[in-house]
C-alpha cells in the first residue's frame, strides 16, 4: 500500500504564499506523475498541476505564473508553490501520484487526504 501524506495548508491573505508538500511512503518501486487538484464547494475536482518522473510540467491556465510545482525523486515528495493568491484559490488541495508498488505491477493511482487551503482577508 502507499500512502500520501500532504501539509502545508492554512489560511493565508489575498496575494499571500503558501507551499504544500506531498510525501509518499509504503510499498513503492516506481512513482511516475506526481500532481495537485484542488476541489472548491460545489464544483468539480481540477488539476492544478502535474510532473512527470523526468521534471515536465502541466498547469491550469488559471495558476500560470502564480504556481510552480516541484518534486524530490529522493524524498518521494511534490511540492506546490503557491504565490500571489487569490481568494478563488480557496480549496481543498489533493496530492496524486501514479504508482508501480512493485516491478511489474500495474500502475495504481494514490490519493492523499487533502489540505484546506483558504484566502481570505
Known amino acids: 500500500q502507499v500512502q500520501l501524506v500532504e501539509s502545508g495548508g492554512g489560511l493565508v491573505q489575498p496575494g499571500g504564499s503558501l507551499r504544500l508538500s506531498c510525501a509518499a511512503s509504503?510499498?513503492?518501486?516506481?512513482?511516475?506523475?506526481m500532481g495537485w487538484y484542488r476541489q472548491a464547494p460545489g464544483k468539480q475536482r481540477e488539476l492544478v498541476a502535474a510532473?512527470?518522473?523526468?521534471?515536465?510540467?502541466n498547469y491550469a491556465d488559471s495558476v500560470k505564473g502564480r504556481f510552480t510545482i516541484s518534486r524530490d525523486n529522493v524524498k518521494n515528495t511534490v511540492y506546490l508553490q503557491m504565490n500571489s493568491l487569490k481568494p478563488e484559490d480557496t480549496a481543498v488541495y489533493y496530492c496524486?501520484?501514479?504508482?508501480?508498488?512493485?516491478?511489474?505491477?500495474?500502475?495504481?493511482?494514490?490519493w492523499g487526504q487533502g489540505t484546506q487551503v483558504t484566502v481570505s482577508p
Open positions: 496524486n501520484a501514479v504508482c508501480a508498488p512493485t516491478p511489474g505491477a500495474v500502475l495504481k493511482n494514490y
Open positions: 509504503g510499498s513503492i518501486f516506481r512513482l511516475y506523475d
Open positions: 510532473t512527470t518522473s523526468g521534471g515536465s510540467t
